[in-house]
């Protein structure tokens, strides 16, 4: 396969993300980078306030930045872009042809458009035909959702399967990388825990719905149960780790908890798509574990953690997951590899 792609919010975190993930990928060829009118016309190191670990890919160093708008040679744009100009800016892109892999939250909760994680709801891809029909499209949007709901929603989905889910509660401990750059101001989050993220509570409670929900008759019946949450800003980083307690419809054990979520795979891995992991959920047994800086990379970062597996009546456990990574680009890619590989592009 031999794919032409752009990024679009190119120069964000999680455009960085992309480009690192990207340089190097066995079927997608990295041909444009966008973002505003303030990174148009500068080569892409002088554009980008360079962040990651990795060093910036050589291939990318002077590409030139463009203006995001419909034009540049690609079949899928993936979309880095703050909700609000995502909005406006990824319909333009697909009424031309291209196919919007985003990141932004506007789209994720549309009833035509698939809110998408590989592993979970494969099969909710067949929406673009509906809206590709309803919107007089060729291209499409696609999404995937919010970062702290993936990592909940890859543990949680062969537990719903299993046994039901009556009722889920969840505390975040959110990276800092989760807000962007520059995001969270560093006077503001060294030496400190913000008890409050915007918007994000709403997200988690609700997008796991969508995406456990039945595809019928063309439309998604969403999953009905009950899911609050408490979402927290910490000083680390990358890694959302997650605190869980869920009560089940029938009743279970820790060691079947385990057990379920430890086999759990999916089309990714039975597809053997580049971006997956082979294990989408991993089990430690040590006391002490998962840990934001010791286990957010697993399997390249597209690994969730799940350990503290405990409790009768309700299960209660402790996750963690890249939210650059599984949470944002990765998670995009894969969904991306899935529709290459259907022959959805
Ligand atoms: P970010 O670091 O603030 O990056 C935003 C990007 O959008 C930059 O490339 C910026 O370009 C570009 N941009 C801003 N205004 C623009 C405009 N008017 N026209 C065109 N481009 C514009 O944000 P981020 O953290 O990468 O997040 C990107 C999206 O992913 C957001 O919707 C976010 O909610 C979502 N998301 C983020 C995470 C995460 O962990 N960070 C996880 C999941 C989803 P300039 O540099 O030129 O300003």
Not at 120 to 136: A, G, K, T
Not at 230 to 246: A, F, K, M, Q, S
């Amino acid at each position: 396969m031999n794919i032409d792609v752009g990024v679009i919010g190119a120069t964000g975190m999680v455009g960085q993300r992309f480009i690192s993930l990207l340089s190097d990928h066995p079927w997608f060829n990295l041909t444009a980078l966008a973002a505003s009118e303030r990174s148009a016309g500068k080569r892409y190191s002088k554009a980008a306030d360079w962040v990651l670990n990795e060093d910036m890919p050589n291939s990318v160093r002077d590409i030139e930045v463009v203006e995001t708008k419909p034009g540049f040679q690609a079949d899928i744009v993936f979309s880095a872009l703050p909700s609000d100009i995502a909005k406006k800016v990824e319909p333009q892109f697909a009424e031309q042809g291209y196919i919007v892999a985003s990141n932004a939250s506007a789209y994720r909760m549309a009833e035509d458009v698939p809110l998408l994680i590989p592993e979970v709801n494969p099969e909710h891809i067949d929406l673009i035909d509906i809206q590709r029909e309803q919107r007089d499209w060729d291209g499409a949007i696609i999404t995937n959702p919010n970062c702290s709901s993936i990592i909940l929603t890859l543990p949680v989905t062969p537990i719903a399967r299993e046994f039901g889910i009556t009722d889920l509660r969840v505390a975040t401990l959110q990276a800092v990388s989760g807000a962007g750059y520059t995001g969270v101001p560093s006077m503001a989050i060294v030496d400190n825990v913000i008890p409050y993220i915007g918007g994000e509570e709403d997200k988690v409670e609700t997008e796991i719905q969508k995406m456990l929900g039945d595809l019928e008759d063309g439309k998604i019946k969403h999953r009905d149960f009950n899911v609050t949450a408490t979402c927290n800003r910490v000083p680390v980083l990358d890694g959302h780790l997650e605190n869980l307690w869920i009560e089940t419809e029938e009743k279970t054990t820790v060691d079947e908890i385990k057990e379920t979520m430890a086999k759990f795979e999916g089309e990714p891995q039975k597809l053997d798509l580049p971006t997956a992991p082979k294990n989408p959920v991993i089990i430690t047994e040590q006391d002490d574990r998962p840990q934001t800086r010791l286990d957010r990379n697993k399997q390249n970062g597209m690994s969730v953690t799940a350990g503290r597996i405990r409790g009768e009546n309700e299960i209660q456990m402790t996750i963690l997951g890249h939210n650059t990574i599984r949470g944002a680009a990765g998670a995009s890619i894969l969904n991306a590899e899935l529709l290459a590989k259907k022959q959805k592009i």
